[in-house]
């Protein structure tokens, strides 16, 4: 599992660090600590749930170039493209809401571009974790890089669980069962 953000304390808390935060919640809960080799540009944990191995993993690039690590990561992981889930905020879906897809297209992420672009395909497995929209169009890249207001924190904050809950989901009963038990629900009010 790869959570998209941004490096550094001073991105930590922000919208479009909610794949960092899944990461961090992960590793939290696996008790696992991470693994970084000298001249390697992402953040490794591993460890396991339900029997089966999980990779948790950080780029270490900014969120527009996080593409270039996914082949070197995959090959330490001993993973596929078609093992592949990448968590990471949205635009498109209201505060708190989460979306799983198997496969689909960056839809204006660039995060998300950068992957494609990379690894020539945009067949992997996606968690998308609702952020909203800014009020005006003009103001999207502070959006994402500011922190939620007061009345989104704890939205984000439950999102950011509940995808957790999911990736450890998707390990034990599969991509069908993350989609019927995540896709159809609205965040808790």
């Known amino acids: ?10 991105y ?8 960092f935060q899944v990461v961090d919640m992960l590793a939290g809960r696996l ?3 991470p693994r970084r080799r000298l001249f390697r540009s992402y953040v490794i944990w591993k460890g396991r749930h339900a029997g089966r191995p999980l990779a948790l ?4 690039t900014f969120m527009n170039d996080s ?3 996914f082949r070197e990561a995959l090959r330490e992981t001993g993973g596929g493209v078609p093992d592949l889930l990448v968590v990471c905020d949205s635009l498109d879906l209201s505060p708190g809401s989460l979306r799983f897809r198997l496969r689909g297209s960056a839809g204006g992420h660039k995060g998300l571009a950068s992957i494609s672009r990379h690894l020539g395909t945009d067949d992997f497995m996606r968690l998308l974790v609702g952020i909203g929209r800014p009020a005006h169009r003009g103001q999207v890249v ?5 922190e ?3 009345d989104e924190e704890p939205l984000v904050a439950g999102a950011v669980q509940r995808a957790a809950d999911a990736v450890l989901l998707l ?6 069962r993350v989609m019927n038990e995540y896709n159809r629900r609205e965040p808790p009010a």
């Not at 502070?142 to 500011?146: G, P, R, S, T, W």
């Open 1 to 10: 599992m790869f959570g998209l953000g941004n490096p550094g304390e001073r």
């Open 12 to 19: 930590a808390r922000t919208r479009h660090n909610a794949g």
């Open 31 to 33: 008790g696992v600590e």
């Open 57 to 60: 993993v950080k780029p270490l």
């Open 67 to 69: 593409g270039r690590v």
């Open 142 to 146: 502070e959006y994402v890089l500011d």
């Open 148 to 150: 939620p207001r007061a």
């Open 171 to 176: 390990l034990a009963e599969g991509p069908e």
